[in-house]
Nanobody
Framework: QVQLVESGGGLVQAGGSLRLSCAAS????????MDWFRQAPGKEREFVAA????????YYANSVKGRFTISRDNAKNTVYLQMNSLKPEDTAVYYC??????????????????WGKGTLVTVSS
């Protein structure tokens, strides 16, 4: 079992940066790949980024590639999302998630077994 709590959201001007954190409980955190998703008002929740259990491999949505960086610290049971060059269209609730199965990297909503409650990121123009 994995429980997830996000933090770090807030209001930022376009072009600015934020770093989101996701603290996980559970001894098996290091066995799971981890993901970030987001949901903008009136839109479906979409994949943002994923990182393998070891941290060696990372995956990004085209819309954030080159601007966002996902990382993890297994000793701290924490995954991060560094967001740079933010745009108004990045405004959304950001969710941390873990797949239903250990080890495998999944980038779809229905492949996730654990979700945090989300943190709101608002980017003003």
């Amino acid at each position: 079992q994995v429980q997830l709590v996000e933090s770090g959201g807030g209001l930022v001007q376009a072009g600015g940066s934020l770093r989101l954190s996701c603290a996980a409980s559970g001894r098996t955190f290091s066995s799971y790949a981890m993901d970030w998703f987001r949901q903008a008002p009136g839109k479906e929740r979409e994949f943002v980024a994923a990182i393998s259990w070891s941290g060696v491999s990372t995956y990004y949505a085209n819309s954030v590639k080159g601007r966002f960086t996902i990382s993890r610290d297994n000793a701290k049971n924490t995954v991060y999302l560094q967001m740079n060059s933010l745009k108004p269209e990045d405004t959304a609730v950001y969710y941390c998630a873990a797949p239903s199965r250990t080890i495998v990297v999944v980038t779809t909503n229905d492949g996730m077994g654990y979700w945090g409650k989300g943190t709101l990121v608002t980017v003003s123009s």
